[in-house]
């Protein structure tokens, strides 16, 4: 397992674990490895391939032509979705359960997401909570 963790201002906000052995985790880790973005796009229904241009979602339609994908009115839900992004191109998702990780948590997430965060390979014991100091993980003190 290779272990992501999110940092927001030397705080690490979460941690994201990829299994590399596994098609899609070797995908994820490159993703990781390569400034991928992760964009809230709950009213979207994007698929890898799309592209993400301006704030917008866009779609290749069967001319072969980009299209905007127009957001969709829907009510909000127990799962939150991500959008992960490279050089404009949807590469995949990130779905995150209200449920499964409580309102705090998920506060937390998406208050890390809509910052200008940091992704940093890192031991497998880093979670939420350490610090990283531009060279180190530290667990929280107390």
Do not use: C
């Amino acid at each position: 397992m290779i272990n992501f963790a999110i940092v927001v201002d030397n705080k690490v906000m979460d941690n994201m674990m990829f299994n590399e052995s596994h098609p899609v985790g070797e995908k994820w880790v490159a993703a990781m490895r390569s400034n991928v973005k992760l964009i809230k796009s709950d009213h979207y229904p994007f698929e890898v391939g799309d592209k993400f241009i301006n704030e917008e979602f866009y779609r290749l339609d069967e001319f072969g032509e980009f299209k905007k994908i127009d957001r969709l009115d829907i009510p909000e839900n127990d799962i939150i979705n991500y959008a992960a992004i490279i050089d404009d191109e949807v590469i995949g998702g990130r779905r995150i359960s209200k449920e499964v990780f409580g309102i705090e948590k998920i506060n937390t997430i998406e208050q890390a997401f809509n910052s200008d965060y940091e992704i940093i390979e890192a031991p497998n014991d880093v979670v939420f909570g350490w610090t990283y100091n531009e060279n180190t993980f530290s667990p929280p003190l107390g």
